[in-house]
C-alpha cells in the first residue's frame, strides 16, 4: 500500500467540487450505501483539483470516485459515532478559504462568476465541505490515536526499509542568534501617532472612508490592498493588544484608539463580530529606524561579539542576557524551525538574510553584525549568528534523523489501521460500480461488493 494514501485521502475532500450542474444530467457512476456517487460529481472534483494544481496519481476517473467512497465510509461512521465538530472551527476554515478565493480573484463578484453560485451558496457549500473533512479527519484521528512507537520499533522499521525508500534529507543547519532593535527616536513615534489621528479623524468626520486611506497608506501590504480588511479571526490568531482593542468596538463608523502592538502602531475600524471571531480593517504605521540608532546597534552587537570571540562570555548567556528574539532568547539562542519545531532548518527555512551570513560560516563562526528583516513584524533590527552545526544532505538514518524515522514509523502503523478498518468496514456497506467505471486499479478491493 502507498504511503502517501493517508493523508492524500482528504485532498478531494478540500478540494471542494463547485461548478454548475443545473444543466448536467445525472448518471449514477457509484452507489455507497444509500448515496449516489453522480458522474457530474467526479468531473467537478477533476475540474477542481486541477483548478487547485492538485497531482493525482493514476486515471483520476478511477482515483477520484474511489476517495469519494473512502470518504462517505468515514462519514458514515462519523453518523455512527455522532462526530461534533466546533461550528468556530469550520466557520474559519471557511473564511479563510473565501479570503484566498477574493485575493485569487481579485474581488467577490469574480469568485461568484467563476463558481456561478452567490457568495451565500458559496459560503452554504463550504461549509458543508469543511464540516465533512473536520468529521473524517476525526474520526480517523480516534481510530489511530494510540500510536506510538519505542526506540526499538523505530530501530525494527528502520532495519526493515530497503535504502531506497529512506528519504533524501537536504544539508540542514542549527543556529544561534541574537538580535537588537535599534531604539526609536520618541520624535519618530509621536510623528506617526499624529498621522494616525489625522486617518481616524477624517474617518470619524465621514471625509473620508477607512479603506481608502488603508490602500494609500498603511504599511501591512497583506491587508492594504483589500482596504486594510483582515478576514475574519479568532482572538486567538491576532496579536493580543489589537484583539483587545478590536473586541472592545461596537460601532462600525468609528475607529478605535491608537493600539501598539510588536508590528507597530494601529487604527482599527470594525466591520462585523460573528461569535467569537471578527472582521476588522487597520491601518498600520511603523516608525522608521534613523541610520545613527541603526550604527549604535551595530556598534553593540559587534563589541558583544568580541566578547564571545575573547571567551569573555559564550554565546548562549549573551543571548539570555541581551537578545530581544523571544522565541531563541530563552533557548540558548537557539532558532526554532516553527515548521518541524526543531532546531534543525534547511538554508531555505531561514531568514535570507540569516542564510546569506550562515552559508559563509564554519561551524562555531560567530558573523559580524547584519541588519535584518523581522520575519514576523517587518521592522529592521542588527543580529549576529553563530552557526552550531552544519549536517550534509544525506539518505535518513537512525543517528541524525531519528525523529523522522520514528515519523515514518508511526505513519506506516496509522495507514495499516486505516486500511484494515476500510477493509472491515466495507463488508457491512453496500457498494455498487457502474459498468465503465471498474476498469481500475483500486486502492481497495470494491468489485466483490455487490457483484
Known amino acids: ?51 487547485e494544481r492538485m497531482p493525482i ?10 476517495r469519494m467512497a473512502l470518504n462517505k465510509l468515514f462519514l458514515d461512521q462519523a453518523r455512527i459515532d455522532t462526530v461534533e ?57 480516534d481510530l489511530t490515536k494510540n500510536v506510538s512507537s519505542t526506540p526499538a520499533q523505530v530501530r525494527r522499521f528502520y532495519n526493515g526499509l530497503s535504502r531506497d525508500s529512506l528519504p533524501f534529507i537536504p544539508m540542514q543547519v542549527e543556529v544561534q542568534i541574537i538580535t537588537l532593535n535599534p531604539v526609536i527616536p520618541q520624535q519618530e513615534i509621536d510623528e506617526v501617532k499624529s498621522r494616525l ?45 489589537y484583539a483587545t482593542a478590536a473586541f472592545n468596538l461596537n460601532d462600525s463608523k468609528k475607529v478605535s484608539n ?29 516608525p522608521r529606524v534613523n541610520d545613527k540608532d541603526l550604527t549604535d546597534a551595530i556598534n553593540r552587537l559587534d563589541s558583544v561579539r568580541s566578547d564571545i570571540l575573547a571567551g569573555k562570555n559564550t554565546f548562549s548567556e549573551m543571548a539570555l542576557y541581551i537578545s530581544q528574539d523571544k522565541d531563541s532568547r530563552n533557548n540558548n539562542g537557539n532558532m526554532l524551525n516553527e515548521k518541524t519545531q526543531s532546531n534543525r532548518f534547511e538554508m531555505a527555512d531561514l531568514p535570507v538574510e540569516v542564510g546569506k551570513k550562515v552559508n559563509s560560516l564554519q561551524p562555531g563562526e560567530v558573523s559580524e553584525p547584519f541588519v535584518m528583516l523581522n520575519p514576523k513584524t517587518r521592522r529592521e533590527q542588527v543580529a549576529i549568528v553563530k552557526l552550531v552545526k552544519r ?46 467505471w471498474r476498469n481500475c486499479e483500486f486502492e481497495y478491493d470494491w468489485l466483490k461488493k455487490g457483484e
Not at 496519481?57 to 474511489?66: A, D, F, R, S
Not at 483589500?226 to 479568532?234: A, K, R, V
Not at 510588536?262 to 472582521?279: A, M, S, T, V
Request: charged fraction near 30%; proline fraction near 3%; aromatic fraction near 10%.
Open 197 to 241: 489621528r489625522d486617518y481616524a479623524q477624517q474617518v470619524n468626520s465621514g471625509e473620508r472612508e477607512f479603506s481608502t486611506l488603508a490602500i494609500l497608506y498603511s504599511q501591512d501590504p497583506g491587508t492594504a490592498v483589500y482596504g486594510g480588511e483582515t478576514g475574519f479571526q479568532s482572538r486567538s490568531v491576532l496579536l493580543p493588544e
Open 258 to 286: 491608537i493600539v501598539e502592538t510588536d508590528d507597530g502602531y494601529h487604527i482599527i475600524q470594525l466591520i462585523e463580530k460573528r461569535g467569537d471571531r471578527i472582521n476588522t480593517r487597520h491601518i498600520l504605521l511603523r
Open 1 to 51: 500500500m502507498k504511503l502517501r494514501f493517508f493523508t492524500a485521502l482528504l485532498s478531494i475532500v478540500a478540494a471542494f467540487g463547485m461548478t454548475a450542474q443545473n444543466n448536467v444530467a445525472e448518471e449514477v457512476a457509484w452507489v455507497v450505501g444509500d448515496e449516489p456517487i453522480f458522474k457530474s460529481e467526479i468531473e467537478e472534483q477533476y475540474q477542481q483539483a486541477l483548478y
Open 57 to 66: 496519481e493514476g486515471n483520476p476517473y478511477c482515483v477520484i470516485p474511489e
Open 85 to 141: 465538530v466546533q461550528q468556530s472551527m469550520i466557520s474559519s476554515e471557511v473564511d479563510g478559504r473565501i479570503n484566498q478565493l477574493i485575493a485569487n480573484f481579485g474581488s467577490k463578484e469574480k469568485v461568484e462568476e467563476y463558481f456561478r453560485m452567490p457568495m451565500p451558496r458559496l459560503r452554504e457549500k463550504l461549509t458543508e465541505d469543511y464540516g465533512d473533512m473536520m468529521r473524517i479527519q476525526q474520526v480517523q484521528s
Open 391 to 436: 549536517i550534509d544532505g544525506h539518505k535518513a538514518d537512525l543517528a541524525d534523523d531519528y525523529m523522522i524515522i520514528k515519523e515514518m514509523c508511526e505513519a506506516s502503523e496509522r495507514e495499516k489501521i486505516i486500511h484494515d478498518w476500510v477493509a472491515k468496514k466495507q463488508k457491512s456497506v453496500y457498494v455498487y460500480i457502474e459498468e465503465g
